[in-house]
């Protein structure tokens, strides 16, 4: 069998975490163009993940005329998903872009449009999706065990945890908003995979930058994408809140990268049903709450771990590459991720106009 060529575009942290070892470790793939617009990046990713023929670039454009190349990892900062995802589609490269799809729901609407009209994939990194854990408790849901799921509760929060402050992440002209689009995304994308979300009604929320107001002032002992730039930008969200309602079930959520309270129970989900309930730990398992035979009951499933099966990414790339030599539509198709997008355009746009949105 011929190995699928790919092209991966941002060779930074979820590239040399995620992308570049999954596509390594896949004997379906070649890893044939690493880009980065940092020259040593790139070739420090080729030297990691490629082998001799592998081509470090620093403009994706020299590889969109490779007709070889048949899939592109898009792995840059929020605001350049876009245009290049529609730029590499165009070129008749099938792509999968790491989440969010885009800094907005149109932008993200244009992308999926573009998909539509070369017939090329598109997925969205939304890896929960391919997680072992979450598979199990929409089975749970689709076998009605949790009856009707009339209320989800989501918690992403933490004490202090702003990613590099006064850079990439806190700008908002480059990363479209702060811990909503970033840690956000991934708890109600899966909420939307498990319940099967096809609307949304209603939302309504509020964004609270306060923390870090003065950047100087900021406390924290440790910084993700740090060290803090101090003559940078600091203009995005640190705290969410917020109700939305969808043709399944209310969802409720609390979101923080800082919060002045410190819980190391604070990053979870609770699917609430009138027979059963389920409170998922992000990344982790899961309990079962109900009652049978007049009496009330849990239960903790054992989920597969450190194994191929357990590791989400590694299982999100390899459907990538399957789909992308079938092309079949999958579970990370853009179309699957736009309600996604939807909701928090709806937050967000709640939030600045102080009232809630409608999308009715």
């Known amino acids: 069998m011929e190995k699928t060529k790919v092209a991966i575009i941002g060779c930074g942290a979820i590239a ?32 990691k993940f490629g082998d001799a023929d592998t081509v470090a670039l620093t403009d994706y454009h020299d590889m969109l ?44 609407q244009q992308m999926a449009d573009a998909a539509h009209e070369t017939g090329k994939i598109l997925n969205i990194g939304v890896v929960n999706r391919f997680n072992h854990a979450v598979n199990m408790v929409r089975d749970y849901v689709r076998q ?41 995304v991934h708890y109600l994308d899966l909420i939307n995979y498990v319940l099967g979300i096809k609307s949304v009604k209603t939302v309504s929320g509020a964004c609270y930058s306060k923390l870090a107001a003065n950047m100087r002032q900021y406390v924290y002992e440790d910084m993700w994408a740090g060290p803090p730039d101090y003559d940078g930008t600091y203009d995005v969200e640190e705290y969410v809140t917020g109700l ?63 194994t191929d099966l357990d590791d989400m990414f ?20 853009v179309d699957e991720n736009l309600i996604t997008a939807k909701m928090m355009q709806g937050l967000y746009d709640s939030a600045e106009l102080g009232k809630e949105v409608s999308f009715e």
């Open 16 to 47: 040399n975490a995620a992308h570049g070892p999954s596509y390594q470790k896949n004997p379906n793939v070649k890893i044939a163009y690493c880009v980065d617009i940092i020259p040593e990046r790139a070739q420090a990713f080729k030297e």
């Open 144 to 184: 009605g065990r949790l009856g009707e799921v009339y209320h989800v509760y989501c918690s992403f929060r933490a004490h202090r945890s702003i990613p590099g402050l006064g850079g990439p992440f806190t700008t908002k002209a480059l990363a479209g908003g702060g811990v909503l689009i970033d840690w956000g």
């Open 65 to 108: 005329g490779d007709e070889s190349v048949q899939a592109v990892s898009v792995c840059v900062p929020n605001y350049l998903h876009n245009p290049i995802a529609i730029d590499c589609l165009k070129a008749d490269k099938n792509v999968l872009c790491e989440k969010p799809a885009s800094v907005s729901y149109e932008l993200a």
């Open 244 to 306: 939305i309602r969808t043709d399944k079930a209310t969802i409720s959520l609390n979101g923080a990268w800082a919060e002045n309270i410190k819980d190391s129970a604070s990053t979870f989900i609770e699917f609430i049903g009138d027979k059963g309930g389920i409170k998922l730990t992000y990344g982790g398992g899961f309990t079962f709450f109900g009652a049978k035979d007049g009496k009330l009951y849990q239960e903790t499933p054992e989920h597969v771990t450190g």
């Open 314 to 333: 590694y299982q999100e790339l390899k459907a990538f590459v399957e789909c992308v030599n079938t092309g079949e539509h999958i579970r990370s198709y």
